[in-house]
């Protein structure tokens, strides 16, 4: 099972959004609402943003959003804050014999 | 408060063995299912193992499938990973996880480095 594909980086000033992709195949982000997405600070444990494409646990920001078209799942972080630098990855359920597959990552840049 | 702490990582020779501990506290551990996770430094996040809150079922990635093992002890409210079979490829930083969100880890520990060099 290949690897979700993210663009390595993406940046933005304070206070702008800053929208992340997420591209993976009709078997694993089409085929499933189970997107998750996580935020990792340089030598940090990741952190759950998103789950289910688009929910929220608590303690998140609303500034972070997700949605998913077909095969593309996408992170939006609006009002762009200076702790929002961070590595990005998604994640998604790949059925019952690769069950979890993340993406590449995508470093966030807050310029 | 949720807590997850991983211990048992080091050093070890290809072909040897270790086994990673995830001490879990905060929560009803029996209730979750659990994962493991890595992290090649300087890399990006692969799925490894996870198991049910009452230790079976369990599912691997192809990568480690006849390697590694995941088990749990519900009275000690801890995880495990044995690792036998080593190989230089799975030197990363391992991370144990809580299933608390569906099929979402909600909790990560701060992780725990394997390295595997001669």
């Known amino acids: 099972q290949s690897a979700l594909t993210q663009p390595p980086s993406a940046s933005g000033s304070p206070g702008q959004s800053v929208t992340i992709s997420c591209t993976g195949t009709s078997s694993d982000v089409g085929g499933y609402d189970y997107v998750s997405w996580y935020q990792q600070h340089p030598g940090k444990a990741p952190r759950l943003m998103i789950y289910?494409?688009?929910k929220r646990p608590s303690g998140v920001p609303d500034r972070f959003s997700g949605s998913k078209s077909g095969n593309t799942a996408s992170l939006t972080v609006s009002g762009l804050q200076a702790e929002d630098e961070a590595d990005y990855y998604c994640?998604?359920?790949?059925?019952?014999?690769?069950?979890?597959?993340f993406g590449t990552g995508t470093k966030v840049t807050v310029l | 408060e949720v807590q997850l702490v991983e211990s048992g990582g080091g050093l070890v020779q290809p072909g040897g063995s270790l086994r990673l501990s995830c001490a879990a506290s905060?929560?009803?551990?029996?209730?979750?299912?659990m994962h493991w996770v890595r992290q090649t430094p300087g890399k990006g996040l692969v799925w490894v193992a996870h198991i049910n809150g009452d230790g079976s079922p369990t599912s691997y990635a192809d990568s480690v499938k006849g390697r590694f093992t995941i088990s749990r002890d519900n009275v000690k409210n801890t995880l495990y990973l044995q690792m036998n079979s080593l190989r230089g490829e799975d030197t990363a930083v391992y991370y144990c996880?809580?299933?608390?969100?569906?099929?979402?880890?909600?909790?990560w520990g701060q992780g725990t480095l394997v390295t595997v060099s001669s």
């Open positions: 996880g809580r299933g608390g969100k569906p099929v979402a880890i909600d909790y």
């Open positions: 289910e494409v688009s």
């Open positions: 994640s998604s359920y790949a059925g019952s014999n690769t069950l979890y597959v």
């Open positions: 905060g929560f009803t551990f029996s209730s979750h299912w």
